[in-house]
């Protein structure tokens, strides 16, 4: 985590008294990290997920991101618990491991001889999640309804690249399993404020070692408004993957130190793109307050 108390300070906002965020232009931004949930807890978790069969060995069930609009009542927030949640929805087919294939192609008339059940469990904990959206009622707007919709705006890139001040920086890992020494799986989100605007990546990235690899990442950004209006605020859905092969014969590195980490896996997807994405899409969060639709309106700087 990074305050800059200053450069707050000159850009009219303030530090909430725990210090684990800033409140900035209406809204309130704040981290939670805590520590690994214990095996003590851990079955109980599994029980509020509707029984899971497994959750990741790195399981930070108490830690979020939390992104929050005062007038409006307006909630984003990312957490664990909603990201296994849409894991467990999606129903993933499982991957197989290089090994596991192996075995398979040598064994398959033993294994239809016992009648062998599939295993249908998607150890890699692939989420589609996005992030969590609430109202409250309690907020200083009452009647506020809000919804993702599809649009042509994309993100001011030129915002996002200006050497503005950075008033507040944190990242929160989410959960991260080491997939039995097999590769890694990992969800995290990273948030960034400026004094004109604010900025998350979600990122959910997967290694499966010799087989494939995959990165789904959601992207957030705010140009501030006035303190009561939110937005506008962008959303942008990106998946990209592909096993080693297919990267291999587009041009990206072979498996190794170039999708050692997310960052490196991002660079190494980018540099053969179209190859190997799967998904795109851009939308926009629409506010609406009683039957009239809130209209954001950009604060001068």
């Known amino acids: 985590m990074s ?27 704040q981290t939670e990290k805590a520590p690994i949930l214990r095996d003590a807890d851990t079955h109980r978790f599994r029980e509020e997920l509707g029984k899971a069969k497994n959750t990741p060995e790195q399981l930070f069930a108490n830690s979020r991101l939390v992104m929050r609009h005062e007038h409006t009542g307006i909630a984003l927030s990312f957490t664990a618990k909603a990201a296994l949640k849409a894991w467990q929805a999606a129903k993933v087919p499982p991957v197989k491991v290089l090994s596991a294939q192996t075995w398979m192609s040598t064994r398959e008339k033993d294994v239809a001889a016992h009648q062998a059940a599939p295993f249908d469990y998607d150890w890699t904990y692939t989420t589609d999640y996005t992030g969590s959206m609430d109202t409250d009622s309690s907020a200083d707007a009452s009647g506020v ?44 989100v990273k948030v960034r404020i400026m004094p004109r ?31 009561s209006t939110v937005g506008p605020v962008i959303r942008e859905i990106k998946y990209s993957e592909g096993t080693f092969e297919e990267l291999s014969k587009a041009g990206a590195p072979p498996d190794g130190a170039a999708y050692e980490n997310a960052d490196s896996a991002a660079m190494a997807l980018q540099a053969v793109a179209p190859v190997g994405l799967k998904h795109l899409q851009s939308d926009k969060l629409v506010v609406k307050q009683g039957s009239l639709r809130m209209q954001p309106q950009l604060a001068s700087s």
């Open 3 to 29: 305050v800059d108390l200053a450069a707050v300070r000159d850009a009219g906002g303030t530090v909430v008294p725990d210090g684990s965020g800033v409140t900035i232009r209406g809204w309130t931004v």
């Open 145 to 188: 309804e809000a919804s993702w919709e599809p649009t042509n705006e994309g993100m001011d890139r030129s915002m996002l690249m200006a050497r503005d001040p950075i008033l507040f920086w944190d990242e929160v890992p989410l959960y991260e399993s080491e997939l039995d020494d097999n590769g890694v799986s990992q969800l995290r």
């Open 197 to 227: 605007c604010w900025y998350v990546l979600l990122r959910f990235f997967l290694r499966v070692d010799k087989v494939l690899v995959k990165l789904r990442e959601t992207r957030l950004f705010c140009p501030f408004s006035t303190d």
